[in-house]
């Protein structure tokens, strides 16, 4: 019979074993139960056979197709999306892979409430915002956070390719995870050993020049499968849509699982990336780009730097374990820990970001240099002990978790002179020796937060019933080291918590309410010198999600009112941040995703936020919507798979949104015009042809297929603070698999 049933599988055995039917969330689980006749010495026993489970779901992937049915990400247990209270997205590896996504950001163009590209087209960061606010510097792997500040420069980015799956879970999530921004948090998660073994070899070029090759090599190194590999590693060297600029990079991911049984299983693993690109400053001003300027527009692949300043190093690297232990059907122990750091040097020529960007003759940019020296480093345990078991006719799943979090940033920034200014019609670069500029900035800021949480998943009947409680305590100490003062400190205490109602019909409609809270340190001090409290937010939702009890599909629908409090506005009278902000969102996310045939998968979205800025210190804001957020997103994107064409599938999409502001000032001829951008890919499987090519593919994307040129935001008109977007880019991958 060979090994039983892992912990995950037999939790979701006892779930759903009832009348000697075994179902799956997805209806894909197939039980094969032979009776055979009874022993002799068996006293007319009957004894039951092989029990065969095909197929089946898996709460951190790897998933099949574009919908995911279970996570772990909103309850930090194997639990179903439909019976998560709240509103979650998850991007499959299938999905990403689909649509030939190179970043986080790109695999999250078609989600709802999330705007993937608010800084426009970067080679070097996951610039997100998911329902109003920015995640820079706060993104999530494997449920612990990443080493980031949305004041440094060496955050990081995880390559989507070491990923099976991306996780949004909107709204405030604090009651598990502790500080983080309200609008929602992104999780990512990464690739682990599987037991059956694949192979996988790719290399890929584009209509910008390059190369990019990939290799992923799973399976177990031993019979009994008690040890698992795999080793994900990514080479490139990439041209982009801005002249003589380079997307160069290493990408190194191995792990190794050790599972001496069935209740015991403990991974290692490790991440190193590499980031050398030649990369242009994306400042650009906003006559010019988003205004016409007297010659018409700067061109999208007007390279704004100079090859003497051309310095941008980026190493990342993280190294750690997840374990698990079932003790028995009731008990189950977790602990996952993980060290990472950052290092990052900079030195470039960039246009003059704040004012003064064009010289009087219209045509030549003013340009400064730039520098900085940055690092960043955190470690992350989170120990959780969870419980399943009934109390007369309730089932609960109780969790019980501590983390740590230990975290430091160190930062080093300065601005100089002494760069040639840079004539559109007649660029010319490398001309002069340009000097490195002397750091003006250097802080050092140093965290330590403690979390205790509890969350019980009660279940009556159809009705399940989620709560939760946490208790965070955190401390940042920020120094800076020009200054030579002593350092500030933040310290905050905060109770978080959610209540969430779900109730499950049988023909797989869920309608649910939740209300939840959330916290986020804020730093620095006010014009008094009294360092700044953390941010604080609530959130009601209700909605309802669908699963058919036949096929595989998903719908959600939420409706949510959420306000933060305490955010830091500009205070002109005192010249400084001042903490008297509140920012209210309301809206309506629907997302639906639904393979309808074997032939025909389909993904459609659409938001609608209503934003408002309703207390300010600044009486230019008050009253108005917030930044980067449009009113209106939607989506749509299918997969043909025709019949006529055995091995060919044929997809595309359109992904669109309408105005939104992007400047502090509001200026009416500073407001980002709406998009439609299109999107179209073709992938064919040779296998289909000939077996002996079996596991070839051939795969052509094209983003933004009529190369539509817009500007993703304008945060003056004086400086360079515009960028455009991503114009048109053809990719072409082979891959092999066996």
Known sequence: MGRTLGSQTKARVRARFHQGVLLSSTGVVALTMMMCQAHAQDAGSTVLE?????????????????????????????????ETPQAVSVVTRDQMDAQGVDTVAQALRYTPGVLSDPSGYDIRYDWLQVRGFNSYGTMWLDGLLLPGDPLNYATPTVNPFALERVEVIKGPASVLYGSAIPGGLVNQVSKRPQATASNEAGVQTSSHGGVQATIDMTG??????????????????MGTQVDREREKQLMLAPSLTWAPTDQTSLTFFGYYQKDRPNFSPRFYPAVGTLLDAPFGKIPRDLYLGDP????????????????????????????????????????????????????????????????????LSNFNVDTQAEARFD??????????????LKASSSRKFGNGGGVPPLDVLDPRYGEVDIPMPAFTRS?????????????????????????????????????DRMAGTPAVSNSDQKLTWRAGLTYLFDNGIAPYASYSTSFLPALGTDAAGNPFEAQTAQQYEIGFKYEPPEGRGTIGVSLFDMTLQNALTWDNSVFTYAQVGEQ??????IEGKYELTPQL????????????????????????EMLFLPEHQASVWLAYRPDIVEGLTLSAGVRGMSSYQTDFAY???????????????????????????????????????FDKEYVSHCVNDTGGGCNYGAGRAITASLKYSW
């Open 601 to 624: 998968d389909i993904l459609a979205s659409y938001a609608y936020s209503n934003s408002k800025i309703t207390e300010s210190s600044d009486p230019v804001e008050l009253g108005r």
């Open 584 to 589: 209210r969102v309301r809206g309506v996310e």
């Open 391 to 404: 109390t007369g006719a309730f089932d609960h799943t109780m969790l019980f978790g501590l983390d740590y």
């Open 667 to 705: 200026l009416p001829q500073l407001r980002i015009p709406g998009r439609a951008l299109v999107d179209i890919g073709a992938e064919f499987d040779f296998g289909a042809v000939n077996k002996e090519f079996s596991g070839t593919k051939l795969q052509v994307n094209v983003t933004n297929l």
């Open 220 to 237: 177990p190194l031993t019979e009994d499968d008690e040890w698992l590999y795999r080793i994900v590693a990514l080479g490139k060297n």
């Open 50 to 82: 092989t029990i065969t489970v095909v197929g089946g779901e898996n709460a951190r992937g790897p998933d099949q197709g574009i919908v995911a049915k279970r996570s772990r990400g909103a309850s930090k247990t194997d639990t179903s999306i439909r």
């Open 443 to 479: 802080a050092l800021q140093e965290q330590q937060q403690v979390g205790l949480y509890i969350q019980d998943q009660i279940r009556y009947d159809n009705w399940l019933g989620t709560f939760g409680l946490r208790y965070d305590a955190s401390d940042i100490d920020t120094t």
């Open 308 to 375: 003497n300043a051309d310095t941008f190093e980026r190493d990342f690297y993280m190294l750690g374990y997840e374990f698990e232990h079932e003790f028995n059907e009731i008990w189950t122990v977790r602990q996952n820990l993980r060290y990472g750091r950052s290092d990052q040097n900079m030195f470039l020529a960039l246009v003059n970001p704040a004012w003064g960007a064009w010289q009087p003759d219209g045509h030549t940019l003013n340009r400064v240099s730039a520098a900085s020296d940055d690092r």
